[in-house]
């Protein structure tokens, strides 16, 4: 039998919805990575071979509409539109089934085939609701196919309909409106031809555009769907057409189409989706508190503050295991080494350069898992989207983008992945001032120098010392992005704002004031000075719906609220194992490399080995660093040197600390009473070590994070100026605490 043509399908799906799981379910080891042309967003391509079928899968950026706004976006809909992609299989979360099907609903609209996997329906068991997979298909006319990517279910019956939904497509739409026909004026009936069917006028709007289409010459494969664009008044669309429509188009009608796509949703949920209105109801009290106009903060700081308590509380009564052990470790390492009589320079090398750093990093990894376990929890269970609702109007206000919330969260783990996230912000500017910000938020890695100082000199307030490193970070971020902001001139910013179309944006529904979860909106900012946001899709929100009906603002800000729920233990741990690995992973290697560094560099001087860490080529560069630091606090020749070893990554100050000292392990009750003696001797205070961890907090970041930057900025210049701000910006504001202090205390 002759082999079949290859067909190429394009994987489309919300980020998180399980979609780049199911792909690679498929392609396993033939996955192709690489980068799209010219862009630094990744793209995904793997081959499969089911019966006589040969297929091309690739693997799409996660979006949340086809708007053609963000990267994201644009490659998506580019590739779509002008690949030869033969099916669409669209991945939709089945636990979040409203919010996904806004994307699901512009896919049908393409005109291509489309097949729709649900995935996830374990966690839709687990919340006790059933979704009706024979009405479904019925009310949008594609295959609805139930899948679990993490249990690798439904995988054949999907590609089975993959490969036949190409030449055989559903036929029967079953969600006629009798009310609707009976009264239309419409001489079309085009609820027997479409699952997305809009009002009269609309309707009306695309024959009069699609004749005139055609009249004009211009050729489409759909073009009802450049007609919906057109109105929509996607710019893209408008230059392609190259037509004067204005007697047809008086105005956007974005707010409109895609409202009356929600209320089309709305009726699908209400007949597919059964037992949900208890679980939206217990989310509804809940947001009742957790995002209300002026609770809502202080609960979140609230929380972020137990977070703090219970990294410390327990994390250290775990820690002393560890220390423990690594003493053990590191006394019977000595003994054995000087019992087969290595050369003594060798012996140096593993017990001070080697076990001393990367064992004082190690110390502190109960304290690091205790942090990610508790943030995964609040990330599992919902909490964390309401953070960013509750933000918003404060970063608004202060000049800062609602939507670089999400990439600023994700700071708080390790700022490589939350400068990628910037790549979300279409304007460049913005992106820009988002990423200056992004470093200021205290990632994982600069956890143990806190836990090490504040331990040492704040005792029994060592968790508020740390916790403040968090605030401060905040507060200096914000300061900077409405310093920028203002200097890069705030009118401009708004009439730049203001030309824009709205993008995807959600029906406003719901009776209270808060959030309604499950539901897709648009929340809306009333502050002028703000930029266009967004921030995936979103839930109702009935105080915004004035705002939302209507485009004088322009800046609508969607979030993603779903629906509280009981943590999954397994995505916990997933989410706690990836970031402990990374954390092992530093220190099995930069941390490992850059104590080895450090030991050579205190060892050896002009003259070779030195006796005296003194005369070391450390102690030169250090005593070079140290007036300018002085003025801070911080003038210390070991501790300049610890804080230039601390960007290849910032756990590399506490092993640098323990070598530069010759202290077996820092962390440990005995490392810090030895270490704290040491300090103290040399006149280091408890206000000294404060001002060391606001430089550690806002000084330039890693090599990795600035490599990342320099990337995603394209610009060597906007990364050097990152780089001298930020540092600059250190020692700055660890001078003024440093010397505030000094007249206080």
């Not at 996904?100 to 896919?107: A, E, R, V």
């Not at 909490?383 to 994700?410: E, H, N, Q, T, W």
């Not at 988002?434 to 938020?441: E, K, L, W």
């Not at 990337?711 to 100026?721: D, F, I, M, N, Y």
Request: proline share 3%.
């Amino acid at each position: 039998m002759e082999q079949e043509k290859e067909l190429q399908v394009g994987f489309v799906g919300n980020p998180n919805c399980g979609k780049t799981t199911l792909f690679n379910a498929y392609t396993g080891a033939r996955l192709k990575v690489a980068n799209w042309p010219g862009v630094t967003v990744e793209k995904k391509e793997g081959a499969l071979k089911y019966h006589k079928h040969q297929f091309k899968l690739v693997d799409l950026p996660g979006i949340y509409s086809l708007t053609s706004y963000t990267m994201e976006e644009k490659l998506t809909r580019q590739f779509i539109l002008n690949s030869d992609v033969d099916v669409i299989v669209d991945v939709a979360d089945a636990s979040a089934l409203e919010r996904n099907l806004y994307l699901t609903l512009q896919l049908i609209e393409l005109g291509k085939p489309v097949v729709l996997a649900l995935n996830m329906m374990d966690i839709v068991q687990e919340r006790g609701m059933e979704i009706d997979l024979h009405r479904l298909p019925e009310m949008l006319g594609i295959p609805c196919i139930p899948v679990s990517a993490r249990k690798r279910s439904g995988l054949q019956i999907l590609i089975h309909t993959v490969a036949h939904h190409k030449e055989k497509r559903l036929s029967i739409l079953e969600h006629q409106h009798p009310d609707q026909q009976s009264t239309s004026r419409h001489k079309h009936n085009h609820h027997e031809e479409f699952a997305m069917v809009y009002d009269d006028v609309i309707e009306d709007k695309i024959d009069e555009l699609t004749e005139r289409m055609k009249a004009a010459g211009f050729v489409s494969p759909n073009y009802r769907w450049h007609a919906l664009k057109l109105l929509e008044q996607d710019e893209e669309i408008m230059g392609q057409v190259g037509l004067d429509l204005s007697d047809i188009i008086d105005r956007s009608y974005e707010t409109d189409i895609i409202n009356e796509k929600y209320d089309f949703i709305e009726e699908v949920i209400e007949e597919c989706l059964v037992n949900k209105q208890t679980k939206a109801a217990f989310t509804d009290r809940v947001d009742r508190l957790l995002t209300h106009r002026y609770l809502g903060l202080p609960m979140f700081l609230c929380i972020m503050a137990a977070v703090f308590f219970l990294t410390f509380f327990i994390g250290d009564w775990l820690k002393g295991y560890f220390e423990e052990f690594l003493e053990w470790f590191s006394g019977k390492a000595a003994d054995g080494l000087a019992a087969v009589k290595v050369n003594a320079v060798l012996s140096s090398l593993v017990v001070d350069g080697i076990i001393s750093g990367v064992g004082g990093i190690l110390t502190f990894l109960p304290n690091i898992f205790i942090l990610f376990l508790a943030l995964a929890f609040l990330e599992d269970s919902g909490y964390m989207s309401r953070v960013a609702y509750v933000m918003d109007g404060l970063m608004g206000k202060l000049g800062l983008s609602g939507r670089a919330f999400i990439p600023m969260v994700l700071g708080f783990g390790c700022s490589v992945p939350a400068v990628m996230a910037s790549r979300a912000l279409e304007d460049p500017t913005d992106r820009r001032r988002t990423i200056f910000v992004i470093p200021f938020m205290s990632c994982s890695a600069k956890l143990p120098v806190y836990v090490l100082f504040s331990e040492m000199f704040f005792g029994k307030n060592a968790m508020f010392a740390a916790f403040s490193m968090y605030l401060a970070g905040m507060a200096v971020g914000i300061a900077t992005a409405f310093v920028m902001s203002r200097a890069g001139g705030q009118k401009k910013a708004e009439d730049e704002a203001e030309g824009q179309t709205w993008k995807a944006a959600g029906k406003v529904s719901g009776k209270s004031g808060s959030p309604v979860a499950g539901q897709d909106m648009t929340f809306a900012n009333n502050v002028s000075s703000v930029e266009e946001t967004k921030i995936g899709a979103a839930v109702s929100c009935a105080s915004c719906k004035k705002a939302c009906s209507r485009r004088e603002t322009a800046n609508p800000l969607l979030i993603e609220l779903p629906e509280y729920k009981t943590p999954n233990a397994r995505t916990i741990a997933i989410y706690v194992w990836d970031k402990v690995r990374d954390y092992l992973t530093k220190a099995g290697t930069t941390i490992f490399i850059a104590s080895i560094l450090v030991w050579f560099i205190l060892n050896f001087g002009p003259k070779g080995l030195v006796g005296d860490m003194g005369e070391s080529f450390g102690a030169m560069v250090g005593r070079a660093l140290a007036p300018v630091l002085s003025t801070a606090g911080i003038g210390l020749w070991q501790i300049a040197l610890a804080l230039i070893s601390g960007l290849a990554a910032k756990e590399v100050v506490v092993s640098s600390i323990s070598v530069l000292f010759g202290i077996g392990n820092a962390g440990s009750p005995s490392g810090m009473a030895e270490l704290s003696a040491l300090l103290a001797g040399m006149g280091f205070t408890a206000l000294n070590a404060y001002a060391l961890m606001v430089f550690v907090l806002l000084y330039t970041p890693c090599v990795a994070t600035i490599a990342v930057i320099r990337r995603e900025l394209g610009s060597v210049k906007w990364t050097a100026a990152t780089i001298m701000y930020q540092l600059f910006i250190a020692w700055f504001v660890s001078t003024v605490v440093y010397q505030a202090g000094r007249l206080f205390l």
